[in-house]
């Protein structure tokens, strides 16, 4: 029996509403001439959902959620309840979006595989993707992993050849599993207990780190914008695409700065000047939630193995270069306070809880005030950005060409940037709350005038300081 951790199974417990707990990727392939129809599709992944058992597994919650949910086999896995395959229903990028923001809202089917795969065929007049390419989406539950997870899943979906066939789950009917949690009651209450009293003393070892100064704590708390209040239920999204090759040039001439500093900076730039060219100025600077993984520095079952860094963006810094820097020193500063074996082990504390008591901690945030108040809660947007290594997938034998992804929104979190890396190319795909932004389009022009002011300004300093040296010479 393959029971979900406290972490995994947040996301199964937290569906309501509006809040819909899912992961979206999106891969563009250049087909090469491939026949791209249903029976092919299915042909192409039947061999290779036998790897990892949850393609073919449905998530089974126990009876009054008195413990955690496990992965159950379907019996009756149909491939062809999970894939839909449709041409594109007009040129251009507009109808291929306007397709994918349907499957956006709507929830996974609880009694199958919690996964689908949408293929548009047919992709027509976008720019820099090939006529006749298709978008493949892969949408998949949160509770199955985080992006770093579901990666690795569409790195099965689309290997060149199918991996070896896994070992499934062991069924557990709904009745032992709730026998089994009457029975496991009071361990799981000792072990709670302990896992707190451990907690507690994590925190004092944390706070005094602090106080030495050994680790800093951010701010956590960031102006109100129009994108932290409550949800209005619909979603809209785009992607924008950048050189990837000119942000690796100015990382080469400023040594330590990260792909994601430089996003985290053309992010802050665009989010500022959308809200003050609707007179919306916020008091002080706006903050970012960044994802940033554990994997390989916790030890942990959990599919979603990350935290999330209270980044300083410093937007209300005007000059490019400094505000780069400022954002790094950010970002460092938090990569090193998780990396405190006290802050980093306190990461993975909610795994030792109870069902009941996640249960708790779920209806008592959906009680919270979100989106009153002059502040928000570790920052104004959502910034993740998830390693593909994309250019080595196939479908159907055609390569990829573009990715991207869409992160979800929700109360107090309406605006968030995915960003992903195929060759030369890199997407920033921004999902927002229409209500918050209606004009889509304006924001991703506030995105490519916000990279270019960042870009340029870091290749002229560099440049400047190259004549420098030229005349002294």
Excluded at 19 to 26: A, E, F, L, Q, T
Excluded at 193 to 209: F, K, M, N, P
Excluded at 416 to 438: E, I, W
């Amino acid at each position: 029996m393959h029971q979900l951790t406290a972490t995994d199974a947040t996301h199964v417990l937290s569906e309501a509403g509006s809040h819909v707990s899912r992961i979206i990727d999106g891969y563009v392939f250049d087909p090469a001439g491939a026949t791209v129809d249903l029976e092919s599709v299915l042909e192409w992944l039947a061999p290779r959902i036998e790897h990892s058992p949850v393609f073919r597994s449905r998530i089974r919650r126990v009876p009054a959620d008195l413990d955690y949910p496990y992965w159950a086999p379907d019996a009756d896995f149909d491939l062809r309840n999970h894939v839909t395959v449709e041409p594109a229903r007009a040129p251009g990028w507009p109808a291929v979006r306007d397709r994918i923001v349907e499957i956006c809202g709507t929830r996974l089917a609880s009694e199958r595989p919690p996964w689908e795969v949408l293929v548009v065929t047919d992709v027509s007049g976008v720019d820099r993707v090939p006529d006749g390419a298709c978008v493949v989406v892969l949408k998949i539950h949160h509770a199955v992993g985080d992006g770093m997870a579901t990666v690795e899943l569409a790195r099965e979906l689309f290997a060149a050849q199918p991996l070896p066939a896994g070992a499934g789950y062991r069924d557990v009917s709904s009745r032992v599993a709730f026998g089994r949690a009457v029975l496991r009651i009071p361990g799981n209450a000792l072990r709670f207990a302990r896992g707190s009293l451990r907690a507690q003393g994590l925190t004092r070892a944390a706070a005094r780190a602090a106080a030495s100064g050994e680790i800093q704590t951010p701010r956590f708390r960031w102006p109100m914008t129009r994108f932290n209040r409550t949800h209005g239920g619909g979603i809209t999204f785009d992607v924008v695409t950048f050189d990837l090759a000119e942000i690796r040039a100015l990382r080469s001439r400023h040594p330590g700065i990260a792909v994601t500093d430089v996003i985290a900076a053309v992010v802050g730039d665009a989010m500022s000047s959308y809200l003050r060219a609707d007179g919306e100025v916020p008091p002080g600077s706006l903050g970012g939630k960044v994802s940033y993984s554990l994997r390989g520095a916790v030890d942990s079952d959990s599919g979603n193995n990350f935290v999330v860094l209270s980044v300083d963006l410093y937007t209300d810094v005007e000059d490019p270069v400094e505000r780069l820097r400022a954002i790094h020193d950010s970002m460092a500063s938090e990569k090193r306070r998780f990396a405190h074996p006290a802050v980093a082990e306190l990461s993975g504390a909610l795994d030792v809880a109870p069902a009941v008591y996640v249960n708790w901690l779920v209806w008592r945030r959906s009680r919270l005030p979100i989106g009153r108040g002059e502040t928000v809660s570790l920052g104004n947007t959502m910034l993740s950005n998830v390693p593909r290594g994309a250019e080595n997938m196939r479908f159907l034998g055609g390569r990829a060409v573009e990715s991207f992804g869409i992160l979800g929104v929700g109360d107090g979190s309406r605006l968030n940037h995915y960003v992903v890396s195929v060759g030369d190319r890199l997407t920033v795909t921004f999902a927002a709350d229409p209500d918050a932004m209606p004009d889509p389009e304006r924001y991703a022009d506030a995105l490519r005038r916000a990279y270019r002011t960042v870009v340029d300004a870091h290749l002229g300093e560099a440049e400047a300081a190259h004549l420098g040296e030229v005349d002294q010479a």
